[in-house]
């Protein structure tokens, strides 16, 4: 009996890994940069899905995959502020040699200019289907490839295309560009 849970928690682990790792490690490594940090993270992705089932058992796997890809980093980033936390040292304002041309200054018009933009394109995002929403996001907010992304929701790369083409129309076309 030991024999046949331990094959299917393998089959299990299979399918995540055929299904997840690339996007997880495009995920990762567009924030971390760090190859064997992003694959560390990548594994903890799957032991946590296992524990609660496996992807099967999740209606919205993909979303699920991501949302705890996502907390992963928030918890190194959390524990990470706690370790600088102690080494930080004050900086020194007579120190500061901050080039003048290279920050941009934020006028109260650019501001509310930026925030109304922004909530155009969000109800815009919000008009697509969920299916197109999501795979637009990963493609230019998160830099996913479409390879990756077609993998992911068992797509050609042409449809994957087709998808961020019919986004990109839509929210240009709510911005009036």
Do not use: C, W
């Not at 682990?13 to 924030?31: H, S």
């Not at 949302?67 to 020194?92: C, Y």
Request: hydrophobic fraction near 45%.
């Amino acid at each position: 009996m030991y024999a046949r849970e331990a094959r299917a928690e393998d089959a299990a682990r299979q399918a995540l890994d055929e299904r997840y790792r690339a996007p997880l490690m495009a995920f990762f490594l567009r924030r971390l940069g760090d190859r064997a940090e992003a694959e560390d993270l990548v594994q903890e992705v799957f032991v946590r899905m296992l524990a609660r089932g496996g992807a099967e058992e999740i209606r919205s796997a993909d979303a699920f995959v991501f949302a705890i890809a996502g907390n992963l980093l928030r918890d190194r980033a959390r524990l990470a502020a706690t370790h600088s936390a102690a080494a930080h040292q004050p900086l020194d304002p007579a120190a500061d040699t901050a080039d003048e041309n290279l920050v941009e200054h934020s006028t109260p018009d650019r501001v509310l200019l930026g925030r109304e933009r922004l909530a155009l394109v969000s109800r815009a995002l919000a008009e697509l289907s969920p299916r197109t929403r999501h795979i637009f996001v990963l493609y230019r907010m998160e830099n996913m490839r479409r390879r990756d992304i077609a993998m992911l929701y068992g797509i050609t790369v042409s449809a994957v295309e087709k998808h961020i083409a019919k986004a990109l129309e839509h929210v240009m076309a709510r911005l009036g560009s």
